[in-house]
């Protein structure tokens, strides 16, 4: 050995040991700290983008709820529309069979009148019909 170095005590040296030490041990913590860093900013850009997908899909859900709440109510709309739309046919188709049952009966009652002797029936149950639909039309 280098007689200097017979100088430096013991426990010196063990305490230069240990600083060595120690800052090896620091320099490794330092690069897994910088390691862990790079890996929690990774992940933290990774949960911000996924937090905005959740946030589109959010708001996507809510205008097809909204959409879906329209078109229902358009669709009970259209419903209502054709219950009345039935309704009112088959009140008009009523109202059609009695018009047309009467006049059925008003043509059974013209066809039953008498028709005096020696006068063309044919000719006069022309002329009650004619004289029939041009009353009706006046009504």
Same mark, same amino acid.
């Given at each position: 050995?280098?007689?200097?170095?017979? =100088?430096?005590?013991?426990?010196?040296?063990?305490?230069?040991?240990?600083?060595?030490?120690?800052?090896?041990?620091?320099? #490794? $913590?330092?690069?897994?700290?910088?390691?862990?860093?790079?890996?929690?900013?990774?992940? &933290?850009?990774? =949960?911000?983008?996924?937090?905005?997908? =959740?946030?589109?899909?959010?708001?996507?859900?809510?205008?097809? =709820?909204?959409?879906?709440?329209? $078109? %229902?109510?358009?669709?009970?709309?259209?419903?209502?529309?054709?219950?009345? &739309?039935?309704?009112?046919?088959?009140?008009?188709?009523?109202?059609?069979?009695?018009?047309?049952? %009467?006049?059925?009966?008003?043509? $059974?009652? #013209?066809?039953?009148?008498?028709?005096?002797?020696?006068?063309?029936?044919?000719?006069?149950?022309?002329?009650?019909?004619? %004289?029939?639909?041009?009353?009706?039309?006046?009504?």
């Amino acid at each position: 050995m280098i007689p200097w170095l017979k =100088l430096v005590p013991s426990w010196a040296w063990a305490g230069a040991a240990g600083m060595v030490l120690a800052m090896v041990v620091g320099g #490794v $913590q330092q690069v897994r700290v910088y390691s862990l860093q790079s890996q929690l900013e990774t992940e &933290r850009s990774s =949960l911000l983008e996924a937090s905005e997908k =959740l946030g589109a899909c959010r708001a996507t859900r809510t205008t097809l =709820l909204g959409q879906v709440i329209e $078109q %229902n109510s358009a669709i009970a709309g259209l419903r209502s529309a054709e219950q009345e &739309r039935s309704a009112k046919a088959k009140e008009d188709q009523q109202k059609a069979e009695v018009d047309a049952a %009467n006049v059925d009966r008003q043509a $059974q009652e #013209v066809l039953q009148e008498q028709t005096p002797i020696g006068a063309d029936a044919c000719a006069d149950a022309s002329a009650a019909f004619d %004289n029939e639909l041009k009353r009706e039309r006046e009504l």
